[in-house]
């Protein structure tokens, strides 16, 4: 049985649209997460840079906050 090229890419077509209206929510999922921590982790180092007195506990949130925020922009997308 042989397929020609413009079958076979006719099919592939139609299989990566399958796909991607099948990932759609999963992709839509992981960029709301990803807005949600960009903005989250910044508020969070934004009010505990500015409005608190430094000491052990404030240093290490804020170390967590910004080591979540630098993983949230370059491993999510």
């Known amino acids: 049985m042989f397929i020609s090229e413009r079958e076979r890419r006719e099919y592939l077509g139609r299989l ?3 796909t991607t209206l099948a990932m759609l929510p999963s992709m839509v999922f992981i960029l709301l997460m990803a807005l949600v921590g960009l903005i989250g982790n ?3 180092l934004y009010v505990y840079s500015r409005k608190f007195r430094p000491n052990a506990s404030l240093i290490f949130i804020c170390v967590i ?3 979540d925020l630098v993983s949230n922009v370059l491993l999510n997308p």
């Open 42 to 44: 910044s508020l969070v």
């Open 16 to 18: 990566q649209e399958q």
């Open 65 to 67: 906050a910004a080591s």
